[in-house]
């Protein structure tokens, strides 16, 4: 009854879309007895008649007809997938992935989940975001660690605090010697606290800019924070409540921020941020925000920091990379749309041999989002 009624409102929008399109054109012919040319439809109506359009097929698919439910049961839509989309959200992209969706709700409901970390990390980077509820219960591992670290900087994590099956490593020890940058806890302390080139911003002098402009530092996110050394420092040093994106891919890095007392936010980059509006005092990108990513992706991305920062809020750019030409035709631009002050603005050369053959730099930049825009 529900869709039904879903489906009469959205039909009556049809209707009255299809008469505004008729007026329309009505009132650039009946102004003469000799009608000029048809006028152009505006790009905007034919924009909202699209979405209407679109939103019926999104209804009809997922209205649960008879036949549906009397097809071969191999052939039909998973049932916990059509429930779910009545009920609760689906991002349009899973739509894009349906046989790695339904291998994902191919479950039995009120037992032990499957366990597909892989399957789920592939469709969140494809944008299926959020992924659709369960029921049944997530796995755990066999032998929970009898104790957790009280510091974000532990000597070491403990392996029993994650399930290895899916990782070529099987503890946080080969973690770190085959991938030090990332699984070393103290790997990126140095670089944060110390100034060693124009594009260090340590944390003691962000924290004193940041005071002497009345601008408490409380709540954040690292975007992209690997296993969360940026959010460990803040909370230790200064009990700033950081939380951290990232995602799996080929490493716990969720297990090992959530392990060293921290939030992970299991998001992609392409996700709005699950937190409201106006409610961050400091949004950081680190390198994981470089010019990999699409430009439209990375344009929502700064607009969505721009909705989560509070005026007078801050966006710590932390060595973004793109080629030289890019940065000062295009990112430098789009950062700069955003309108904000800038309290650091450094550029330089990229040394490696990457950013030697690709004319590729850095940009470090700490920006103020204005107190009030109009």
């Not at 959020?130 to 660690?145: D, E, G, I, M, V």
């Not at 403990?158 to 020890?173: L, M, Q, R, T």
């Not at 439209?296 to 721009?306: A, C, L, R």
């Amino acid at each position: 009854m529900g869709f039904t009624m879903g489906l009469n409102f959205v039909l009556l929008l049809v209707m009255v879309a299809t008469n505004i399109l008729s007026l329309y054109h009505l009132s650039s012919t009946v102004q003469s007895p000799n009608p000029p040319p048809p006028v152009p439809v505006p790009d905007h109506l034919l924009r909202q008649l699209n979405t209407i359009r679109a939103t019926i097929n999104h209804l009809t698919r997922h209205n649960p007809s008879s036949s549906s439910a009397t097809a071969e049961p191999g052939s039909a839509v998973p049932r916990d997938l059509i429930l779910h989309s009545q009920i609760g959200p689906i991002a349009s992209s899973c739509h894009n992935h349906p046989d790695l969706l339904h291998r994902y709700m191919n479950y039995t409901p009120f037992s032990t989940c499957p366990y597909d970390p892989d399957l789920q990390e592939t469709l969140i980077l494809n944008g299926c975001h959020p992924l659709p509820r369960r029921r049944c219960f997530s796995r755990t591992p066999s032998k929970p660690p009898s104790s957790l670290p009280l510091t974000p900087f532990p000597t070491s994590l403990p392996d029993s605090g994650v399930i290895w099956n899916k990782y070529s490593c099987k503890s946080f020890a080969c973690l770190s010697q085959n991938n030090p940058t990332g699984f070393d806890l103290n790997a990126q302390r140095s670089s944060l606290l110390k100034y060693t080139s124009e594009l260090d911003l340590p944390l003691t002098q962000f924290m004193q800019l940041a005071k002497s402009a009345n601008s408490p530092i409380r709540l954040g996110i690292d975007i992209g924070g690997g296993t969360g050394t940026f959010a460990a420092l803040m909370k230790k040093s200064y009990n700033v409540t950081m939380l951290t994106t990232t995602v799996n891919v080929n490493a716990p890095y969720s297990e090992a921020v959530a392990l060293r007392g921290l939030v992970p936010l299991h998001v992609p980059l392409q996700q709005r941020f699950p937190v409201f509006d106006g409610t961050m005092d400091l949004v950081r990108c680190g390198r994981a925000v470089n010019r990999w990513i699409p430009l439209s992706v990375m344009e929502f991305m700064f607009y969505d920091v721009d909705r989560v920062l509070r005026g007078g809020g801050y966006l710590w750019v932390d060595r973004f990379f793109s080629k030289a030409v890019d940065l000062e035709k295009i990112y430098g631009p789009l950062i700069g749309k955003l309108g904000y002050k800038k309290v650091k603005w450094a550029v330089a050369n990229k040394t490696d041999p990457s950013g030697l053959k690709h004319g590729e730099v850095y940009l470090s930049a700490l920006l103020q989002k204005p107190v009030s825009k109009s």
